[in-house]
């Protein structure tokens, strides 16, 4: 596609639930991130792909999270027994290649809030 | 620890006037993403800075790196109400070999007429 894809767009769970949310970067990006941003902050770091393989897991918050990108392309970012702090923007981001020569795009962002 | 500090955090302009938004950052890179975020919105990429001395314009905007001073500037120019947005900077700690960006907390730039 044109950009990137996440959904849903706007996500309500309970707390204890877990939720799963998508991200179809652009056809052809070889890289992929995962950020959360909490309101009125930047975007922090969760997790990095460089085409199927997770190179990259040290910001996750916690076991409860989960990333994964099987064929190297749509990655699914799960959150297992949601609690209220997990609430946040997800963004997804991807790259061309694995440096950032060519700059990130950003998805629309997936919105969680736990209550 | 990896740092970046932007300043100011909150900026009131009015229209005409020009202004400086200043991004430190605490280890050694060459590589700084500038981008814009609206309300509610994802983040726009502005500019990609990869090396010592870059320099970027893009309408009333312009971009340097300083990878010495591990500065950069985001410079407006003839400030617009357009202008109106939440601006990032952010930093690849590892030298490209990865790509994870650290990002500062935001300047929220308001332009009034």
């Known amino acids: 596609g044109a950009g990137v894809s996440q959904s849903p767009r706007y996500k309500v769970a309970k707390r204890g639930q877990d939720v799963a949310l998508r991200c179809d970067p652009i056809?052809?990006?070889?890289?992929l991130f995962w950020y959360q941003q909490a309101l009125g902050q930047g975007p922090e770091f969760l997790t990095y792909?460089?085409?199927?393989?997770?190179l990259d897991k040290s910001g996750l918050p916690s076991d409860r999270f989960f990333a994964e990108r099987p064929e190297g392309s749509v990655s699914t970012l799960k959150i297992q027994r949601t609690q209220q702090e997990d609430s946040a923007v997800y963004l997804c981001?991807?790259?061309?290649?694995w440096g950032g020569g060519y700059g990130y795009t950003f998805g629309s962002g997936t919105r969680l809030t736990v209550v | 620890e990896l740092k970046v500090e932007q300043n100011p955090l909150f900026l009131s302009m009015q229209e005409g006037k020009n202004y400086t938004i200043y991004c430190n950052y605490s280890?050694?890179?060459?590589?700084l993403y500038w981008y814009r975020q609206d309300p509610g919105k994802s983040l726009e990429s502005l500019f990609v800075?990869?090396?010592?001395?870059a320099v970027k314009q893009e309408g009333r905007l312009m971009a340097s790196l300083d990878t010495k001073a591990r500065l950069s500037t985001l410079h407006i120019t003839a400030a617009v109400h357009d202008l109106s947005a939440t601006y990032f900077c952010?930093?690849?700690?590892?030298?490209?070999?990865?790509?994870?960006?650290?990002f500062g907390k935001g300047t929220k730039l308001s332009v009034k007429p």
């Open positions: 981001a991807s790259s061309l290649d």
């Open positions: 280890t050694t890179s060459d590589r």
């Open positions: 800075l990869l090396s010592n001395g």
């Open positions: 952010a930093v690849d700690m590892s030298g490209g070999s990865q790509g994870n960006l650290i």
């Open positions: 056809s052809g990006h070889v890289s």
């Open positions: 792909f460089q085409n199927e393989a997770q």
